[in-house]
């Protein structure tokens, strides 16, 4: 199984980014899709996550501004993200867990938002 994001780069505060991430390989279905950051020196938090009945959790540090939705048959999920903050600065991770209970991740991709 390979899980790939792309979609990360550099942005001015106020900016846009969609981040992408695909799944390649996987032989059963897709509970659910996360997106987690880690910015130097702190640990990996969630960001947005969906699950497979299309509910959908975001902390209030990003609610409002990042949207996560995913193209279920594809195993593809995407995350939007607005209104960005210099301190939304991260890796970004994407993680697939199945009906099975298998975790896959991502290699990460870097967001930097400057000032």
């Known amino acids: 199984v390979q899980v790939v994001e792309s979609g990360g780069g550099l942005v001015q505060a106020g900016g846009s980014l969609k981040l992408t991430c695909t799944a390649s390989?996987?032989?059963?279905?897709?509970?659910?899709v996360g997106w987690y950051r880690q910015a130097p020196g702190k640990e990996r938090e969630l960001v947005a996550f969906v699950n497979s009945g299309g509910s959908t959790y975001y902390p209030d540090s990003v609610k409002g501004r990042f949207t996560i939705s995913v193209e279920r048959f594809a195993d593809i999920g995407y995350l939007q993200m607005n209104d960005l903050k210099p301190e939304d600065t991260a890796v970004y991770y994407c993680n697939f867990v199945t009906n099975a209970h298998q975790d896959y991740w991502g290699q990460g991709t870097q967001v930097t938002v400057s000032r």
């Open positions: 390989g996987l032989t059963f279905d897709v509970n659910g």
